[in-house]
């Protein structure tokens, strides 16, 4: 088989030998909700495995699967396991990057498993992840009655994160050895214990209830646990093809979004590499989703946010409302300054537009292409969230297609009026438009050759 490149750039860099693409991210552009379960559950059909590489069950990705043999499709909304699940053929991983809620993960394969979708040996879970614990989530919550609010899911992230970066988390493999397990959280639950009486006033965890409900979890989670670092190398050695499933959006980045309204991993596509122990070098395609507008749920600025009747019908025809938490998302019209920066710090090659159908009734559809700081233009993408509260959004309007584009089944039969749209977009960002979606639904989705 010969090499991707004639030779190697860097002395001793591996170079993959697929021909295809060997890894392909998936990234939300935006601020999350951009449609990835949509876009990951539909690409999976061609590919071995799905792996999400950050976050966790603060993320909720919706995906609807057609009915068999007459009967009703269905919608699944997932909040750890990869959106791939649906399809047979694919093993889903659970990476490192990724901050486990062993309740939420039941929940899940239970709900699953009622559904008639196998979990047993198509799950792997890596030995590395951090755990949720009860006192994450209560910390979570107590942040949040805080002055400085920044609208989490309450899932406990936050908290998670802060202990696996203080090197005082614990990890899946800690289930596996009682003693450690024990006397881990021992130490982090006293430590808890102090913090929620002492600066919070709040009442104090049970260590040994803690103890036996992980350790419960333990038996359950045993048989999916393993090295999925070790699985991921070892299948890109055998020519499988991964697609990489990122979790919220760049600008909910920790290192790039609008800091401090943002999420705790790194859910950019740099992130990918780090959450899955996979090198870049195996990286070669990098999809970005774009939802046809904005929206984003919890606090931080938004520019383009519409408080009005066209931000609520945004709101009611794109069903906007939080898949994991229910809360009403902020809508808004598309922001080009953030999604040339969001281009930039995650590589994107080719973007799915998503969501395009909610804007077939708008007589007309603005679109951001600069700001206006202190009555100076600016282009560059401020990620200081108090800047970006005071820029003021220069729009450009499109006509709208005022026709219904759900049904439609090729890119090219869209309405003119809508196709200019998205070429425009494609020529804003300077970057390929390779999927639109019109639909939720798996056939709703037009490829863009
Ligand atoms: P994710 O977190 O990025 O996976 O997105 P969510 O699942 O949180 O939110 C996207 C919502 O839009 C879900 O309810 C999807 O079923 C829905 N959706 C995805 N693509 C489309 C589309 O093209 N059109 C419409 N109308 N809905 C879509
Ligand atoms: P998916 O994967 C949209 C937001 C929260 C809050 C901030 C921090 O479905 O796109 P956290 O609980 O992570 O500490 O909250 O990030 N947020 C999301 N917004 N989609 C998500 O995930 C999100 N996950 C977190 O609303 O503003
Ligand atoms: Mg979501």
């Known amino acids: 088989m010969a090499l991707s490149a004639p030779f190697s750039p860097l002395p001793n860099v591996r170079i993959s030998n697929h021909n295809v693409m060997p890894v392909q991210i998936i990234v939300g552009a935006q601020w999350g909700d951009e449609g990835k379960g949509k876009i990951v559950d539909h690409l999976s059909e061609d590919v071995d495995i799905v792996a999400r590489y950050q976050g966790g069950a603060n993320a909720g990705h919706t995906v609807i699967i057609p009915g068999k043999r007459g009967e009703n499709a269905r919608q699944f909304v997932l909040h750890l396991i990869p959106s791939g699940i649906f399809h047979k053929h694919v093993t889903c991983v659970i990476g490192n990057g990724v901050v486990l809620d062993p309740v939420a993960l039941m929940t899940e394969i239970d709900a699953l498993t009622k559904a008639g979708i196998k979990i047993h040996g198509r799950l792997l879970i890596s030995h590395n992840a951090h755990l949720i614990m009860p006192y994450h989530k209560a910390l979570d919550s107590i942040r949040e009655k805080g002055s400085q609010k920044i609208g989490t899911t309450g899932r406990g992230i936050g908290p998670a994160y802060i202990d696996k970066y203080m090197r005082t988390g614990i990890r899946v493999v800690d289930l596996l050895d009682r003693d450690i397990l024990c006397t881990k959280l021992k130490q982090n639950i006293q430590e808890k214990n102090e913090l929620l009486k002492q600066i919070y006033h709040s009442e104090e965890l049970d260590v040994d209830a803690i103890i036996s409900e992980y350790q419960e979890f333990d038996k359950t989670i045993d048989e999916y646990v393993t090295d999925t670092s070790k699985y991921l190398n070892e299948s890109l050695a055998k020519k499988k093809m991964i697609l990489a499933e990122g979790a919220q959006g760049a600008l909910l980045d920790v290192d790039h979004g609008t800091y401090p309204y943002v999420t705790s991993s790194s859910p950019t596509s740099g992130g990918a590499c780090t959450g899955l122990g996979i090198p870049p070098t195996e990286i070669n395609s990098i999809v970005g989703v774009v939802k046809a507008y904005s929206t984003r749920v919890g606090n931080g600025p938004f520019p383009t946010e519409l408080n009005d009747k066209t931000g609520e019908t945004l709101r009611s025809v794109g069903g906007e409302f939080g898949a994991t938490t229910g809360r009403p998302r ?72 005022k026709s219904k584009t759900s049904g439609v089944r090729r890119y090219n039969d869209l309405p003119a009026a809508a196709k200019k749209y998205i070429e425009s977009i494609g020529q804003l960002l300077q970057t390929n438009i390779w999927m639109v979606s019109v639909g939720p639904r798996r056939d709703q989705t037009l490829l863009r050759r």
């Open 330 to 401: 902020r809508c808004g019209w598309l922001d080009f300054v953030s999604l040339r920066y969001s281009v930039q710090v995650n590589g994107i090659q080719k973007i799915a537009i998503t969501k395009l159908d909610v804007l077939d009734d708008f007589d007309e559809i603005s679109v951001c292409t600069n700001y206006e700081l202190r009555g100076k233009k600016i282009s560059n993408f401020p990620t200081d969230a108090g800047t970006l509260e005071a820029v003021r959004p220069v729009y450009k309007t499109f006509k709208g297609w």
